[in-house]
């Protein structure tokens, strides 16, 4: 898998990091190139998420 892979599934549930803006200090360069990754793949993770929850809450409803 492709290092932006990696830090996706690493750091997906690292919200103080990708969201809060917390420990930069800590960040390589690296670090920080990877960031948009990790956030976009939140959003999307996220998103998936709420979909799922909602089909399976009217699920019962849809089937009838």
Not at 25 to 53: G, H, K
């Amino acid at each position: 898998m492709p290092s932006e892979a990696f830090y996706m599934i690493r750091f997906h549930s690292f919200y103080p990091w990708h969201t809060g803006g917390d420990y930069r200090q800590l960040c390589s360069q690296q670090d920080l190139d990877m960031l948009p990754w990790v956030q976009e793949f939140n959003l999307i993770s996220t998103r998936s998420a709420l979909t799922y929850r909602m089909w399976r809450a009217c699920g019962p409803t849809i089937k009838g």
